[in-house]
């Protein structure tokens, strides 16, 4: 078969586009294999407190839809050192994102790594502790600190109360500044339980009622906390839910502190910078009065806080 000279140069230009075409199709599978390639999320849950696991929860639903994600998960003891392993961990592997709960994990996050997106929730008061930096944003946590001394006061009057906390936690001295600022007004004077010394909880007595700050250690400690209240027939309350034992809690819905979360991280795998996304603040409230604790210790609880209750364990 004779080929003629116009059919010969399609031929060519057939032969030579071949190569073209492969290697833009193998740019294009290599552009599909990227936007394909799982996301990893670094994740710090300290200790086992089912707040920030309810949180989290929460997060993993409300991040469905946003692609194949990896989640890589360090759940640190409450200790300073654990928590500085974790976040450090989290930056080596090559987390395109950190996800942490409550201020210690996202202080030390912010320490280790100013080019990760960091997103964080239940952290109490973000503007208050200053945490700012071009990599971080998230939900704040803050609750009305006098609301819940109001309530632990119509459980048990109180003229000494203990106020546990950590000093390495930088939150909880914020929230003990917000008490001590209540003394006068309340008239009430404050005594204070460090939760990151050993055996502090036996040291506990000499008051008259027990609020527990956002502190991780007192919260995997809880159990021992309780004891002692239980013991001294201490009425109690916590700013942090999902601790049983408690008489009075009111604590930012977990849920919500999720679901915000989720959005915000949303936002930021699509490509927005975490500094152009505002601190986003807690719109629910839970306030769970435990009427069965309360009763065993022999308080009376006023109808008026079961009714503002958003949930009565009885």
């Not at 032969?15 to 599909?32: E, G, R």
């Not at 809690?249 to 989720?262: C, K, N, R, V, W």
Request: glycine fraction near 8%; hydrophobic fraction near 45%; charge should be positive.
């Amino acid at each position: 078969m004779v080929t003629s000279p116009r059919n010969a140069g399609m031929s060519g230009l057939a032969v030579l586009a071949a190569p073209a075409l492969m290697a833009a199709f193998f740019i294009m599978s290599l552009s599909s294999s990227a936007l394909a390639a799982p996301k990893t999320i670094g994740v710090i849950l300290i200790g086992d407190i089912p707040y920030y696991q309810n949180m989290h929860k929460a997060f993993t639903e409300g991040m469905k839809g946003n692609g194949d994600i990896k989640y890589v998960v360090q759940s640190p003891a409450p200790e300073p050192m654990s928590w500085t392993n974790a976040a450090r961990k989290l930056v080596v592997i090559g987390s395109d994102m950190i996800v942490a709960y409550g201020a210690p994990a996202t202080l030390t996050a912010m320490k280790e790594t100013s080019s990760i997106p960091i997103l964080f929730a239940g952290v109490y008061d973000p503007d208050a502790m200053q945490i700012a930096g071009k990599n971080a944003t998230g939900v704040s946590s803050k609750i009305p600190m006098a609301d819940l001394l109001k309530g632990l006061g119509s459980i048990k009057k109180f003229s000494k109360l203990g106020v546990i906390f950590n000093k390495a936690e930088k939150d909880t001295i914020l929230q003990v500044k917000e008490i001590k600022a209540l003394e006068g007004k309340m008239g009430f004077k404050m005594s204070l339980f460090n939760s990151g010394q050993k055996d502090y909880a036996s040291k506990i007595n000499g008051i008259d009622a027990l609020v527990l700050t956002t502190s991780c250690s007192a919260m995997c400690g809880i159990e021992d906390v309780i004891a002692v209240a239980r013991q001294q027939r201490l009425p109690t309350a916590a700013s942090l839910s999902g601790s049983k034992g408690i008489m009075y809690t009111i604590s930012a819905d977990p849920e919500e502190q999720g679901q915000a979360l989720a959005k915000a991280a949303s936002k930021v795998l699509g490509g927005s910078a975490p500094a152009s996304i505002k601190f986003i603040k807690a719109t629910r409230l839970q306030r769970v009065v435990n009427l069965k604790e309360a009763s065993a210790a022999g308080f009376k609880v006023p109808q008026s806080l079961t009714a503002s209750a958003t949930e009565v364990i009885k």
